[in-house]
């Protein structure tokens, strides 16, 4: 998916086609649902299809079966893991978003109006969107173990069990939690400040991490250069305008 750096920091909805408007939550609405279900939602998301395989049991099925089973349904074939995606896609669409048993899809709906579909076909669209829009570009693992909806957590549980014993474990870097970057950058920058960053989004804030960090590192070149020169012209007077987006 190819969402320009411009789409990314806007408030606005991404509109995909056939499906809704794709938020990038503010940190207040990310504060009224709690950050450990802001994290397990995106845990949810980003789980593929062989880990859910794997977990519930499903090594053995036969290769044909296993082709034509995916995440998406394996998802909705029971009426608790169906209600769990819905309020997850809730929170991450513009619009309302309700499960179709008949259609075996959630239907997107502008008031009355169904407006799109989440099918087994758009549906990686639909997760690879809300990763992008929350400054997510690779597959993380999230702490879902405080989630506050416990029926959800024990499906989840259930579903990680059998994950697999060598699987690599990233130990997350607690310098790097939501928390303690909002901190960082309300206590860094110039114009915002703890009471009035709550009104960013989450990738606006990731971004403002990052060029802050990245103008910190600016600045200190350019006072060694004005102090000692550049001899071997390694300084880049640009550097602070350089895009920051294809590394996020």
């Given at each position: 998916?190819?969402?320009?750096?411009?789409?990314?920091?806007?408030?606005?909805p991404?509109?995909?086609?056939?499906?809704?408007?794709?938020?990038?939550?503010?940190?207040r609405?990310?504060s009224?649902?709690?950050?450990?279900?802001y994290?397990?939602?995106?845990?949810?998301?980003?789980?593929?299809?062989?880990?859910?395989?794997?977990?519930?049991?499903?090594?053995?099925?036969?290769?044909?079966?296993?082709?034509?089973?995916?995440?998406f349904?394996?998802?909705?074939?029971?009426?608790?893991?169906?209600d769990?995606?819905?309020?997850?896609?809730?929170?991450?669409?513009k619009?309302?978003?309700?499960?179709?048993?008949?259609?075996?899809?959630?239907?997107?709906?502008?008031g009355?109006?169904?407006?799109?579909m989440?099918?087994?076909?758009?549906?990686?669209?639909v997760?690879?969107?809300?990763?992008?829009?929350?400054?997510?570009?690779?597959?993380q693992?999230?702490?879902?173990?405080?989630?506050?909806?416990?029926k959800?957590l024990e499906?989840?549980?259930?579903?990680?069990?059998?994950?697999?014993?060598?699987?690599?474990q990233?130990?997350?870097?607690?310098?790097?939690?939501?928390?303690?970057?909002?901190?960082?950058?309300?206590?860094?920058?110039?114009?915002?400040?703890?009471v009035?960053i709550?009104?960013?989004?989450?990738?606006?804030?990731?971004d403002?991490?990052?060029?802050l960090?990245?103008?910190?590192?600016?600045?200190?070149?350019?006072?060694?250069?004005?102090?000692?020169?550049?001899k071997?012209?390694?300084?880049?007077?640009?550097?602070?305008?350089?895009?920051?987006?294809?590394?996020?």
């Amino acid at each position: 998916m190819n969402l320009s750096y411009f789409d990314l920091l806007s408030p606005a909805p991404v509109q995909l086609s056939g499906i809704g408007g794709i938020v990038s939550p503010k940190l207040r609405e990310i504060s009224a649902i709690g950050y450990n279900t802001y994290q397990f939602y995106l845990s949810v998301l980003q789980m593929d299809g062989k880990s859910v395989l794997s977990a519930i049991g499903l090594q053995a099925m036969p290769n044909a079966e296993q082709i034509q089973t995916n995440l998406f349904e394996l998802l909705t074939a029971d009426s608790r893991t169906a209600d769990m995606l819905r309020e997850i896609l809730n929170f991450f669409l513009k619009e309302d978003v309700s499960y179709s048993e008949n259609h075996k899809a959630f239907l997107v709906r502008t008031g009355n109006d169904v407006t799109g579909m989440i099918t087994s076909e758009n549906y990686p669209q639909v997760c690879e969107a809300v990763c992008l829009r929350n400054g997510i570009r690779q597959k993380q693992e999230a702490d879902i173990s405080k989630a506050k909806n416990k029926k959800a957590l024990e499906i989840m549980n259930k579903l990680q069990m059998g994950r697999s014993k060598k699987a690599k474990q990233v130990k997350s870097d607690d310098n790097l939690e939501l928390g303690n970057i909002l901190s960082a950058v309300a206590n860094k920058s110039q114009s915002l400040n703890i009471v009035n960053i709550w009104d960013l989004t989450v990738y606006q804030l990731w971004d403002c991490f990052f060029r802050l960090s990245n103008n910190n590192i600016y600045n200190i070149q350019s006072m060694s250069v004005a102090a000692w020169g550049d001899k071997d012209n390694h300084f880049d007077a640009t550097a602070w305008f350089k895009r920051m987006d294809t590394g996020n």
